[in-house]
């Protein structure tokens, strides 16, 4: 019969791994966002003017935060704004990244590593950065376009009306993305065997019909997982239209879900309900990303 | 550099509490390449700084412990003026950290009073006092400049007082607002400077129909307290107290004519729906399609990067009146010197404070090298030459004396960062899209009032 191992020193072991992980996880995740919860049942209440000393003190609000932050017409508005923001972001990005990556995939294209650096370059340019670039081309008066389509006749639409913002917020974005996405499908591309390629070739497949039957096929994985980010990045911009927002009066300090709760945060000062609407989109984005993978994983991966 | 970012940093909120923007001028630096000159050169001449540096023991911080004071401020050079108190006061020596804007530091300002570790000092716009007070980030520092009230107009000082007997801060600047326009423009349109808003309308109207394209200036959403402004000098008073009870009249007639007045501008062509302080705006006011623009007498600061073309072409006269001859103008802006209630050294800090506004050579720096229109009533009377900019007005700080004496007094309430991003908000699309200014100004009412009811403020039914 074998003697009962002795538990005392390897028992420690386990514990101690984890115990970096779980500390910076406790410290950098946990306590903020519990606190952001705590915050989120708040309010600052004062008594009288105002005006005195000690006259303003947090007190509990229970779902009031909640109950207003979902019922202000701004939010909801900006809700919509992103999902339509999103979709007109993310297929064309996508698009345009597979594009490009099946170009510089195929046989005998020159300048590949030429053509494959300029396009990721847009993505190694910051995103206030690029804003600002953007935001100076899209106003008349500043911008070289105006001049160059004068010569062709034409004139230069005003790319900041509340029709067209959007949509120019939406090229920051994809003059930004595409870029990386090209990269990651380009690598899953790489890694398809060429034997596929042969096979098609000497059953007198043509370029576009390898590219169609077998390549996008063999890569879809990696496009699920491109579009997932990308969808999640895209819910979450911010930085274009709040670096767009002093150039023009069209985008207002609450133009997107993050940008309200910026403006709720730092320019009205009730981190009550900023942290009550962080919470709303934080489980909106978890449920969303999370049913994207599932359906995704089943389809894709077949459970894998 | 930031003219060329577009104006102001992109990852910061724009100044449009009001704040004007900063921008360290050629000239300011060549005033200050003198200033700094003449005081290492002669540091024992007669100037009023040396009986400053000869009497440190007028400090009353007379322990020998060593103290640094932290200074947030975005008036540019300001540490070239706190130089000489550094020189003068060994064991109290204050460092500026310089801000961005008004609206950018007020945003960090109450994020690290909340967290505990605020400035010592802070530049803080008349406008944002009372959410500091109310919030109680700010020292009484009645008891430490107990002397000061008749150095300052009395208009400055109910502001830094709310009124009350305490003392929130040690006015900074005057700012009455001011109509600038292209004297040479005007000739050229035919247009008379306008006295009133009506002539002003009148002159909208006349230059849009012979020159379309060029406007009397811009209405931005971006700038609440420049409306407010305007508003100001219409009569309107946006919050009043009496007992506990506030009183909110954002939407009242005054402003209401306003928000009107500016509408019907915006949609005949007269004036642009675009914003002021981008790259598209200092162009259009370098190259005349803006020929006038409703500001302040602190102008004279942005002016030689906003319009470098055309030094002595731009002119100040009067913001134009509601009636003939009334001779009554709003604020736009304006601060004090505010000392933090987490201050550890609060005396020294007050003590500072009340130097670097009263204290004649202060004084003087600040208007020579910071372009600050100094609130001290001394200090104003000693501006004597022009600003080199607008050198073809020998008469210009005469006439920004006038217009401070004419200033409306204004009032403000708890929540103006409210009413403030609240007007941005809802004028955006108003402005854009040309449309009735009165709804958005109804709703900037309707926020405000129910924030603070929200917040367990005793507001009274309007």
């Known amino acids: ?304 | 550099m930031k003219l060329i970012l577009g104006g102001r940093p992109a990852v910061m909120r724009s100044p449009r509490r009001g704040a004007r923007r900063v921008h360290v001028s050629a000239i300011a630096a060549a005033a200050l390449a003198t200033l700094v000159a003449a005081g290492c050169s002669s540091a024992s001449s007669t100037s009023s700084a040396t009986s400053t540096a000869s009497s440190p023991a007028s400090s009353s911080a007379s322990s020998s412990q060593k103290v640094t004071l932290s200074f947030w401020s975005w008036v540019p050079n300001l540490d070239k003026v706190i130089a000489t108190w550094n020189k003068s006061h060994p064991d109290i020596q204050v460092q500026v950290q310089v801000q961005a804007g008004g609206d950018a530091e007020l945003t960090k300002l109450l994020t690290a009073a909340k967290a505990g570790n605020p400035p010592d000092l802070a530049q803080v716009e008349y406008q944002v006092l009372p959410t500091l007070v109310s919030n109680n980030y700010l020292a009484n520092v009645s008891q430490y400049d107990s002397n000061l009230k008749s150095d300052f107009p009395a208009g400055n000082w109910t502001q830094v007082t709310l009124g009350t007997d305490a003392l929130y801060g040690v006015p900074q600047d005057a700012a009455p607002m001011a109509l600038f326009y292209r004297a040479d423009l005007f000739k050229k349109y035919h247009l008379t400077v306008p006295t009133t808003w009506a002539q002003f309308a009148a002159d909208a109207t006349k230059l849009h129909a012979e020159a379309p394209g060029v406007y009397l200036g811009t209405f931005s959403s971006q700038d609440p307290g420049e409306f407010a402004g305007l508003t100001q000098q219409a009569g309107a008073q946006w919050w009043s107290a009496s007992g506990s009870t506030w009183k909110v009249s954002i939407n009242s007639a005054a402003s209401q004519k306003v928000a009107s007045y500016w509408q019907s501008l915006v949609t005949s062509g007269g004036i642009n729906n675009q914003p002021q302080w981008t790259a598209a705006w200092n162009k259009g006011m370098n190259n005349g399609q803006y020929i006038a623009w409703v500001s302040d007498v602190w102008a004279p600061t942005d002016m030689p990067t906003v319009s470098p073309a055309n030094t002595g072409k731009w002119a100040m006269t009067e913001l134009p009146q509601w009636t003939a001859g009334a001779g009554v103008v709003g604020n736009w802006g304006g601060s004090s010197t505010a000392v933090l209630a987490a201050s550890k050294h609060q005396q020294a800090a007050a003590e500072f404070a009340a130097w670097l506004n009263t204290d004649p050579a202060a004084t003087a720096a600040l208007a020579s090298v910071s372009g600050v229109y100094p609130a001290d009533i001394a200090a104003e009377g000693a501006l004597s030459a022009p600003p080199p900019y607008f050198s073809s007005q020998p008469n210009f700080w005469s006439l920004a004396k006038g217009y401070a004496a004419d200033a409306s007094q204004a009032s403000w309430g708890p929540d103006v960062d409210v009413a403030y991003s609240e007007f941005t908000s809802a004028f955006g699309g108003a402005i854009t899209s040309k449309a009735s200014f009165l709804s958005p100004l109804a709703q900037v009412q309707s926020a405000v009032v129910s924030d603070m009811k929200k917040s367990g403020f005793t507001v009274a039914a309007s």
């Open chain 1, 1 to 304: 019969m074998k003697q009962p191992r002795k538990h005392t020193a390897p028992r420690l072991a386990p514990y101690a791994f984890v115990a970096p992980a779980v500390a910076l996880f406790a410290l950098l995740m946990l306590i903020p966002i519990g606190y952001t919860l705590f915050l989120s049942f708040g309010k600052s209440q004062v008594s009288g003017l105002g005006l005195g000393t000690g006259a303003r003190k947090q007190v509990f609000a229970g779902l009031s935060n909640y109950a207003s932050g979902l019922s202000d017409p701004a939010f909801l508005s900006s809700l919509l704004r992103v999902l339509v923001y999103s979709l007109i972001l993310v297929p064309v990005m996508l698009g345009l990244a597979l594009l490009f990556a099946l170009l510089l995939d195929a046989q005998r294209v020159r300048f590949q590593r030429f053509a494959r650096l300029s396009i990721f370059l847009p993505y190694a340019v910051p995103t206030v950065i690029a804003s600002l670039l953007w935001g100076f081309l899209y106003l008349p008066t500043v911008s070289p376009f105006p001049a160059i389509l004068a010569r062709l006749g034409l004139s230069m639409p005003d790319l900041f009306t509340t029709n067209t913002a959007l949509f120019s917020v939406a090229n920051i974005g994809v003059w930004g993305g595409t870029g990386f996405n090209m990269i990651v499908i380009y690598t899953a591309l790489r890694s398809v065997p060429t034997e596929l390629y042969e096979a098609a070739r000497i059953d007198g497949a043509s370029q576009v019909q390898v590219a169609l039957r077998i390549k996008i096929p063999m890569i879809g994985p990696a496009l699920v997982l491109t579009g997932v980010f990308s969808i999640i990045a895209t819910l979450q911009v911010f930085n274009e239209p709040h670096t767009l927002a002093p150039l023009t009066n069209t985008i207002s300090p609450d133009w997107m879900p993050l940008m309200k709760v910026f403006d709720l945060a730092f320019n009205e000062q009730d981190s009550y309900e900023a942290a009550a609407l962080s919470v709303v989109i934080a489980v909106a984005m978890f449920v969303f990303s999370y049913g994207l993978l599932r359906v995704s994983n089943k389809r894709v991966f077949q459970g894998r």
